[in-house]
């Protein structure tokens, strides 16, 4: 007789591994987002200090066709297909999704096939480029990041590639404010002692202002960050700033879950797919799968036992994080 671990490896095996979709996760802003991760882990212009996904080592600034855009359409075509439920799908990446070169042709194809909303997440780095603003122009969301209005704090900030200055970000995004026929919500990610100050809160709000996104959504970090230094802002601090920003912000950061998943055949291949993307803390996996707390526990037990996941500590919380694909 096979002993647990052994059974676990064999079943991870013969289980059939997504390689872009994951979820679809209760995201905070979109209901049950059904992502498309498209690039290699970290394939980034910036190297974020709160970033989910670790220190990068590499910075990547030209966009490129990483994996074949006929692999992803046809993944995202069975997982369509397969009649999931879902409220959204979502362009994201292990890194800055408009580096894939080809982001306009997946857009264009998911939009053809369903009739959700398509939305894509972005650092809108590149927006100053006409072709990147093109690319982007049939999604029905686009939910770039702004956190700084400084350069010298935009560097200790989001530490980006020599290439990427703030200057063009900004510019960028007044401009696609402008020619973009959707929705633009502007995250910004506060940290404490970074970009909270008076000052920089100030210098923000006036490019805000001119930039003019649909809404403003105040963040903070919840999960482990790339740097253990990094802390978040209290909801004292993230309420004040609200209040100064305008009718049009909002806190996005006390996060519930606002759906759940629920499916019979969760896998331990499944909850693997979604840590790859980010830590999670054991109620956040809970309410994804809407799996019995015993069942989950063993499965993470024995996911830990195999070394395919392994847990880390952030503001007294536990996270769990997919081995393979976080640095400690
Ligand atoms: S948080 Fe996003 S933009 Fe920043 S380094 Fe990580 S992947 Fe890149």
Partial sequence: MQNAPVKLLNSLKQETVRKFCFGPVPSRRLGRSLGIDILPKKTCNLNCIYCEIGEGTNYVTSPNE???????????DSIIESNIPFDILTFTASGEPTLYSKLGELILFAKKKTPKPVAALTNATLFHLEEVRNQLSNADILLPSLDAAREETFRKLNRPAASVILKDIISGLKEIRKSFKGL????????????????????????????????????TIVRPPAVIWA?????????????Y?????????????KSIILRDDIKANDILEVLKRRPMRFYDIESIFALDKHKLMSILDELSDNKKIDSRIHNNEVFYFNKGDYDQ
């Fill in 231 to 243: 802390k978040p802002v209290s909801m004292e601090r993230l309420h004040e700033i609200r209040d």
């Fill in 184 to 219: 633009i919500w502007l995250e910004v990610l506060l940290v404490k002692g970074i970009n909270d100050s008076e000052e920089e809160i100030q210098a923000l709000k006036k490019v805000i202002d001119e930039i003019n996104p649909h809404k403003i959504q105040l963040n």
């Fill in 245 to 257: 920003l305008g009718y049009n912000a909002e806190i996005i950061v006390d996060f519930r879950p």
């Fill in 66 to 76: 990483y994996y074949p855009v006929n692999e992803i359409i046809q993944e995202i």
